[in-house]
């Protein structure tokens, strides 16, 4: 039994009790940093409430006594949970839910289906096994009266607010817990304290006019100065207030650095924090940091950081030894000046209830977002994702600009249920510059079997088709393999292998040598690539468009001799409804037009028919019905229900050896012998990320059948690093093999 005077919040057995944190300390520096990271949505009294009390249930014998050694398990939160429940009507319960949650995450308030944590209600309801110290009320001092915050409310989405605004304050809470207590170990342990430092906004600024000043993008010739003039024009518009913001631009009119250039001007005059890129594949992630970083120069591997899934880790630049552990530890919150995240990482962690998905969330306050490739989010979640961006917009102080080619018919005005407003456009008059950036000409060549479009890539010297089916791409490149200049591109290479073939293809484009390149839909996702001709099978006008965005894409030729072939695909290669659905509306607006373009009309035309199928179906899980009582906010049920990609894909680590560096074989050798000596994975899944192939659970079940697969020091990791040892099945031209037929066979029962 503890009898001392003094309680402690942290412990080391290897410091006497004078070295260990107290609890008043601790609640006070969590208040207190907490706080500080609320002010900039007008909660932090809210905040710094929640940081005072979440640890108060340590106050009594049995935790102290957990801290010398005990092994009972004591409830800490529910006593913080119960007191500002109590205490404070009007806003208890929703910090109630964060104290209660600041370890095993936001729970429920009323019990529901298929629950993981307890819900608050019972909780709240229950009595705390412990008895607290009185001691607690003096050694803290509680505001009587919190200040409560005055949301810009939304009738319609008032529950969704109240959640909203719940989960960010448990976002300040759970960081500030972590920063303050890594801060006392750190400080125990004589390490120096975490570098929070970063290149300032202003200095990124000025490295990036300085790159903007170089003679490639003074250049007269193609369509430079077109893109000079759209870059002059948006970072002259970077006074207007935070808010919502478009940036209309045509495929290939440098949408990334405009709005790069954009994000820091209004950042600096408006005070905002920071830059986050929003990517849509994790496929172009690592491209659009790199230009990011060229762009800074010096600065930029100590300014970009990176944040994206490889073995479920937190990834990082480590270009610069330096930047390297700064820039990891950053990962967690987001506490660094320019962000690259993907929509999943990004729209998952704003309905998560984790703490370590929820602790950068209110550093997306008081930022500038940029989306790329706003168009591309999920159908069934684009309600809940549309909600999310005018509610950072209207309540956190966050600037969203959506960057698109394509843009999606998502405004109020456009009969968007609950669609954005007040929302202002960047472009200077994108109708113009879309009929000024017409590069291409789009036909509608009727069907196609398999020899007839066979016989049209024969007879171009230099052709890009894209095609929906993996099968049915692998099909026809194996039928034109055997001529000079034919590439594959697939997502079962490995991105080392992807990044190899496009350096090929890019050179053959620019010597004039034969280049025939049978890909799917992932060369659409920002690639740089120009080509004379380009066939597509039918899709989506969005897909269209970015296909057309790989044509003509310096503006060298003249439009009438750029051709983009769309055309219907006969025989066995079945579309997927959903997909069938896209290539339909694409149809339908097409023929509504006296001729085949993507102008805004069209793009607006098609995403409103798309809108107008999919109708509920676009807020699949009913996510955005949050019930208004703050009793029974579903935290967990909407954290499991918003999974924006649902496949369980599993990463298979293969030997690729590159065609111009013949030690990357040896390289993954070593990285995988690496592993068998490990007893943590440490950065050692980052060096795998570019031999890796994401592999459906139905192929990695028929590899397994195989003997395909084995896992990589199994004792320590099980089966998170998972090896292809059976070679033969990875192909130098088309990456992972079919030739398992049991593999076949799980794959055409998907299609």
Known sequence: MYKGTTFYAHSSSEFPETEWQTLQDHLKQVGSLAKNFAEGFGCGDLAELAGILRDVGKYCPEFQARLRGSVRRVDHATWGAQIVALRYP???????????????????????????????????????????????????????????????????????????????????????????????????????????????????????????????????????????????????????????????????????????AFGLDHAIQHGLHRIIFVIPFTSIVEQNAGELRKAFGLLGDAAVLEHHSAFNEHRYALVDPDSKDKLRLASENWDAPIIVTTAVQFFESLFANRPSQCRKLHNISNSVVILDEAQTLPYKLLCPCVAAIA??????????????????????????????????????????????????????????????LIERLINQQQVLCILNNRRHAQFVFKRIRHMEGSYHLTTLMCARHRSDKLECIRKALRSGRSCRVISTSLIEAGVDVDFPTVFRADAGMDSIAQAAGRCNREGKQSKNESIVSVFSVRGDWSMPPELEQYAQASRMILRQHSSITLSPEA??????????????????????????????LPFEQMARKFRMIESNMQPIIVTYSSLHEQSSRSDVTKLLNTIKQLDRVGGIARKLQPYLVQVPAYGLQALRAAGAVQPVNEEKFGEQFLELVSTNLYDEDCGLSWENPAYIAAERSVY
Not at 615 to 631: I, M, S
């Open 90 to 260: 009007q806003v208890g319960k929703l910090l109630a839910y964060a104290i209660a949650g600041h370890h095993a995450g936001l729970a429920d308030g009323k019990e529901l289906e298929r629950q993981s944590i307890t819900p608050l209600e019972t909780r709240l309801r229950h009595p705390v096994e412990t008895q607290l110290d009185t001691c607690w009320e003096k050694e803290i001092n509680l505001n009587p009266c919190p200040s409560v915050p005055k949301l810009d409310t939304d009738p319609k989405l008032s529950g969704f607010q109240i959640a909203f605004l719940t989960r960010m304050l448990y976002s300040c809470l759970v960081d500030a817990d972590f920063l303050d207590t890594d801060a006392f170990f750190r400080r125990i342990e004589g390490k120096a304290p975490r570098d929070r430092s970063f290149p300032s906004l202003w200095a990124l600024q000025q490295a990036l006019t300085d790159y903007l000043q170089k003679p490639r993008f003074q250049s007269p010739n193609g369509i430079n100065p077109v893109r000079f003039r759209i870059l002059t024009h948006v970072r002259q518009q970077a006074a207007l207030a935070p808010g919502l913001f478009t940036l209309n631009v045509p495929t290939g009119g440098g949408k990334t650095l405009s709005s790069l």
């Open 603 to 632: 793009i607006q035309n098609y995403f409103k028919e798309v809108y107008w199928i999919k109708g509920c179906e676009l807020d699949a899980h009913r996510l955005l019905d949050v019930n208004q009582d703050p009793d029974a």
């Open 391 to 452: 509610e950072l917009a209207r309540n956190y102080r966050t600037s969203l600009v959506l960057c698109t080619a394509t843009q999606p018919a998502l405004l109020a005005k456009d009969g968007f249920k609950n669609g954005l407003e007040n929302v202002r456009e960047l472009a200077p008059d994108p109708k113009s510059l879309h009929r000024e950036l017409e590069r291409v000409r789009i036909e509608h060549i009727g069907e196609l079997d398999d020899e007839q």
